[in-house]
C-alpha cells in the first residue's frame, strides 16, 4: 500500500472566528498541513467554523492538528483569540 492509497477526513472547529481574515487564516493554516489535500469550510454559527479536512499519507493528522492547536508550526499562524478543536 503506497500513501496515495492511504487517505480519510477530519473534522476541526474554529470558535471566536469575527471575521473574513480570520476565515482566511483558518483556512490557510488547515491547508498548509502536510498532506492536506481539500479543506471544506462550513458555517455553523455565530463566530464559529467547521472545516472538513481530507487528507492522504499514513501519519495521522492529529498529530498536524495539535501542531496547529499550539501555533509551534503551522505554515500560516491562526491568530490568537481563535480556539481550535478536533471532533
Not at 499514513?58 to 478536533?86: C, D, F, G, M, N
Request: glycine share 6%; no cysteine.
Amino acid at each position: 500500500m503506497s500513501r496515495a492509497d492511504v487517505s480519510d477526513e477530519i473534522r476541526v472547529r474554529a470558535s471566536n472566528v469575527h471575521s473574513f481574515k480570520d476565515i482566511s487564516a483558518f483556512r490557510g493554516a488547515l491547508q498548509g498541513i502536510p498532506g492536506a489535500t481539500d479543506v471544506r469550510l462550513i458555517a455553523t454559527g455565530s463566530g464559529t467554523i467547521e472545516a472538513l479536512v481530507h487528507y492522504e499519507g499514513v501519519l495521522p493528522i492529529e498529530i498536524y492538528l495539535k501542531q496547529l492547536q499550539t501555533a509551534a508550526s503551522a505554515a500560516k499562524r491562526i491568530p490568537e483569540h481563535i480556539s481550535v478543536t478536533v471532533s
